[in-house]
């Protein structure tokens, strides 16, 4: 090795041994916003050997005060968060190994990113996603490392199977960080923190520190000067439907085809296409033309308004609808657009 680790070797638990499990290794990240982009770039510091990278939305100028990978020519061209973040870590560590999805995730992505990990990194904004992580992570015997953050506080917990109690069994006492889609404000070192007290416990997983590994629920505030430490060993419902005796993962099942999501602190409401008739970027171009807006494309989305409201159709045939308030109104849109 070049030293370009010397510092990261030179502490004993990591050692050279700990450095090579690093480069060797592959973390999945959930979501790459705040929370994705400080863990992404630890870790690619770090030496980790791939990443794998899932987020659904693009770059925006309000990102920027906490997303430490974006800058402002991402956002004026909208680039999605995960073309951005490639971009950037490869300035950072050219040798690492980056697989990104611009999409919703579900299922049978999930269960992918479990098979090809040996961490997940929660960087989502939802509960339901976690509930994927929490499903996917289970069924393929991998550790998550769950993080939230809002405000001026944070949680951290490695949901590590077989262990603990798992994310579904562990809602009713877990501090409710982003429990709802209100839109609350955060300050950057929340996120920071955060991401750092993820990163720690992926490493000490990594290089085989795992004794080391939290045991307790962390939450912390960084305004009120207060931390608590929640044991939380004896919480385990048997009957889990992720984590019981005899375990069934709802959340892998594929999702109904025109679901719908209001997207937290977004403003929107995303439509996931109906597989067998997928709306490609062509036909919104066309679409947004025939209207007669303001209408853009990129390589990865076409921008249009309709109705009054300021569409974005995704490549994968998702479409983001900027001020729709609920999933019906949403839903009554796209069919209006699409039939
Ligand atoms: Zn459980």
Redesign the pocket.
Known sequence: MDGRYSRQTLFSPVGEEGQREIGEATVAVIGCGALGSAISETLVRAGIGELLLVDRDYVELSNLQRQQLFTEEDARQMLPKVVAAERRLREIRRDVNISTWIRNADGPLMEELARRSAVIMDATDNFETRLLI?DAA?KHGIPWIHGACVGSSGTVFPFVPGRS??????LPVLPAVNATCDTAGIIPPAVSVTAALQCAEAMKWLTGNRDSVRRKVHHFDLWSNEQLDIGVSRI??PE?????SS?VYPELAPRAAGSTAVLCGRDAVQILPDPARPITLDAGEAIGRRLGGKTRRTPYFVEFRAFGRRLVLFGDGRLLIHGAKTSDEGRTLYHRLFG
């Open positions: 929490n289970a109690a798992c994310f579904r069994c562990l385990q419902n889990c439907e992720t984590c019981g375990p």
